[in-house]
């Protein structure tokens, strides 16, 4: 049986808490390295991918609302674009994710932002 848009909005957000909790930690465990700034910045694009990764995939399996699909297959992609973006040199992690972050909003997925 598929979700209703509220139970995936409630699931999807504590999915997101989640991985917003893991994001933080990785992100203070990688500045607490004895890296150069360089290396240390290269640490914590690592630390704030791996958990947004993770929260992609829990998302994509959640198991979208009938008749949401398109709306929320936008979110997951600028989401996993974002990821794509960070991922490439010379772009700053939080700037990547702004399309992802308005999409989210929008559908109400408000822990969902990065």
Request: proline share 4%; charged share 30%; glycine share 6%.
């Amino acid at each position: 049986m598929a979700l209703t848009k509220s139970e995936f909005v409630m699931q999807a957000n504590e999915i997101c808490v989640e991985a917003d909790e893991e994001r933080k930690q990785a992100s203070e465990d990688a500045r607490d390295s004895s890296a150069g700034p360089t290396e240390e910045v290269l640490a914590v694009n690592e630390a704030l991918l791996e958990p947004v990764k993770s929260m992609v995939g829990d998302l994509e399996e959640l198991g979208v609302p009938r008749g949401e699909e398109k709306r929320v297959g936008a979110v997951v992609s600028a989401f996993e674009a974002g990821v794509a973006k960070v991922e490439a040199p010379a772009v700053a992690p939080l700037d990547a994710f702004a399309e992802a972050n308005k999409l989210a909003l929008a559908y109400g997925l408000t822990d969902c932002t990065i």
